[in-house]
């Protein structure tokens, strides 16, 4: 943990005169979510025919050890959770930024079913898992009252990684074939996340900074509930109770947003009276920790296999290869542009309302995509798909922190992200099943949209917890919602 005086402080607090160095955390996201791209669904799926001819292995053949992979991949994530808490999301990126890199040079030299899902699950739990735990963290740590559209910025990144690293793939393969591609992939992860890790820091308490640069006196007039009288389970009222601990002292008057370095201003006093909410504990024994988990997953799971299997969907269909490579642009564009909008509204309506709507939202989505047979339909594709996509990144890094508190976030959402990819685990194989034993895509889209239709009523039926109890070390144990 940084104390308020040390050199690195100096930087933080220079910048924070001018504007909440919260923004600059948004921006150091947004960049660490680009640079997962060789570890996402939408750059394997430029490669799966490549390698599958390669290899000589079937398409379901891949897919299955994609699925495995990123299935075993994802049960390491609460230890990188628990990391993030322990050491701060710097630390972790740290090693995360460097081993990326060498995970994606290695993938080049698969050369055989188990090397392959050896190098899926490598990257996988790097790219896809770490590297979006960690930036998705600390941005949630720098913000409350404006997370939902700090995040949806932060998600930018990813757009611009759906937007550009397939063609730049497809690009590679051309060029230097699809073994040397992975090279250059792993060369431009380093050169994107090792020269970012400078700017990090975990939490603005760690500065003697507030989430959202506010100043003491306005967060310590809402810190004035009691734990005594923790309002029971609730659908209304988000304003009021969506991130709001219970029962803290007031800051110190010193501990204010503007404190100059050299100060006397106590990080680690502030952390303890500031940073409130479950433990993981107490997150697993509530409802609203289950239908978060499984529908973030249900959402994972489409994503991927869509993104995994639109080059094969859209040649199946009779369209170039091509076309499929270039309306992923369209999909981050509309993604860029919604996103924002998308964010603002999660900060203002019931976030239970929002989880629903990109349910619905990912239903047409695969509604649309059963009906591609020409350029026209896959350019309206796309568009609903980037929709979608905006709907997911809007509630994914939102929710644990919104229901459960930032104290314990890591482990928390570390374990929330367990069951969100072993969701994605599964992403391709209900389309390949699908392929193989019918001839077509239509039986694992219909079938995918009547889910996400029944969920989105779970979603819609959420319950909220208002109070956050604090942690059991303070209570001496947990008393959870039910």
């Not at 949630?140 to 550009?164: D, I, K, N, T």
């Not at 392929?435 to 029944?454: C, H, N, P, W």
Request: with cysteine; hydrophobic share 50%.
């Amino acid at each position: 943990m940084t104390s308020a005086g040390s050199a690195p402080d100096v930087f933080v607090h220079r910048i924070n005169r001018r504007f909440f160095f919260g923004w600059l955390m948004v921006g150091a996201g947004a960049l660490i979510l680009f640079a997962s791209g060789p570890g996402q669904s939408h750059t394997f799926g430029v490669f799966l025919t490549y390698v599958a001819e390669d290899l000589r292995l079937s398409h379901t053949e891949v897919s299955f050890a994609y699925g495995v992979a990123t299935l075993a991949a994802a049960f390491a994530l609460p230890f990188a959770g628990r990391h993030v808490d322990r050491r701060g999301a710097r630390r972790v990126l740290a090693v995360v930024a460097v081993l990326l890199g060498a995970a994606a040079i290695a993938f080049g030299f698969v050369n055989g079913i188990v090397l392959l899902a050896l190098g899926f699950a490598a990257v996988r739990y790097l790219g896809q898992g770490c590297l979006f735990l960690g930036a998705s963290n600390i941005v949630a740590q720098w913000f409350e009252r404006r997370r939902g559209f700090a995040l949806s910025l932060v998600w930018l990144g990813f757009s611009a990684s759906v937007a550009l690293h397939p063609p730049f793939a497809q690009w590679l393969i051309e060029t230097v074939g699809w073994r040397e591609a992975w090279l250059w992939l792993g060369v431009s992860s380093w050169a994107l996340l090792l020269p970012v890790l400078w700017f990090i820091r975990n939490r603005p308490e760690d500065v003697g900074l507030r989430p959202d640069g506010a100043p003491a006196p306005e967060r310590a007039a809402k810190r004035v509930q009691s734990p005594e009288t923790t309002p029971k389970p609730s659908r209304t009222g988000k304003d009021a109770a969506r991130s709001e601990p219970p029962a803290v002292a007031a800051p110190p008057p010193e501990d204010r947003n503007d404190v100059e370095p050299g100060e006397s201003s106590s990080p680690a006093r502030t952390v303890d009276s500031e940073v409130t909410g479950y433990t993981l504990r107490q997150a697993l024994r509530t409802s609203a920790f289950w239908v978060i988990a499984i529908g973030l997953s249900l959402l994972a799971l489409l994503m991927t296999g869509l993104f995994f299997h639109q080059v094969a969907v859209f040649q199946h269909r009779g369209l170039d290869p091509h076309v499929a490579t270039n309306v992923f642009a369209i999909t981050a564009i509309v993604s860029v542009i919604s996103a924002p909008v998308l964010g603002q509204i999660m900060d203002r309506t019931p976030s239970r309302l929002v989880f629903a709507g990109a349910q619905v939202v990912m239903g047409a989505a695969l509604a649309t995509l059963h009906l591609v047979e020409d350029v026209p339909t896959a350019i309206a594709y796309a568009i609903v798909f980037g929709l979608a996509s905006a709907s997911v990144q809007a509630n994914v890094g939102y929710l644990w922190a919104d229901y459960f508190g930032r104290r314990h976030l890591g482990s928390i959402q570390g374990t929330g992200q367990t069951v969100l990819i072993v969701g994605a685990s599964l992403g391709p194989l209900p389309f390949s099943l699908s392929l193989d034993f019918t001839g077509d895509y239509s039986a694992a889209l219909i079938g995918s949209a009547v889910l996400t239709a029944v969920v989105a009523v779970a979603a819609a039926l959420l319950l909220r917890y208002p109070g956050q109890p604090e942690p059991d070390s303070a209570r001496g144990g947990g008393t959870g919602a039910a």
